[in-house]
């Protein structure tokens, strides 16, 4: 049980003791992230597979490619002029599941997708899902590495597919079976 709540609090963002400089709300890195119309880039098109249902949202959000940055807090990312961008979209009812997320430039990053699927902007570890495009075929105990979260682009939109992973079994998340 341990272990589980420790994942928990890994995937959700850190209680800051202090009261920061800059709130952090759910529109923080919003503008930055959301794609134009007719994107040409630098951008990623995300094409999620492996949804467990098509309710609430998918939240897509971009990193620091290294383990320090990766999930961390969007406040202090922000503050410390660190790359942070977010997209958030519903699952639509039908059809491809894609979204758009703008990136500074050509380079690496990493990204994470949630399938908030009670859309209430908070990590449910036993009904919401999480993915990210390195598609592990399992991860336990831990949030993922960011070896498993990079994902490099260029000038242009860049493409990759995110599978997305459900709790299975008391300490692990994987892709739904069926």
Sequence with gaps: MRRLLALALLLSPPVLAAEPALRSTPDLGKAEGQCRPNESGPALLVTISGLKDRRGNLKAELYPANDDDFLADDNLLVMAGKTFRRVEVPVPHAGAVEL??????????????????????????????????????KFCFSKPGVETARVSTGAGVGNVVVRMNYRSGLFCFAPVKG
């Design 100 to 137: 758009c997320i703008r990136v500074p430039g050509p380079g690496t990053y990493a990204l994470s997708v949630l399938h908030d699927r009670d859309g209430n902007r908070k990590f449910g570890l036993s009904s919401d899902g999480f993915g990210v495009p390195g598609n592990p075929a």
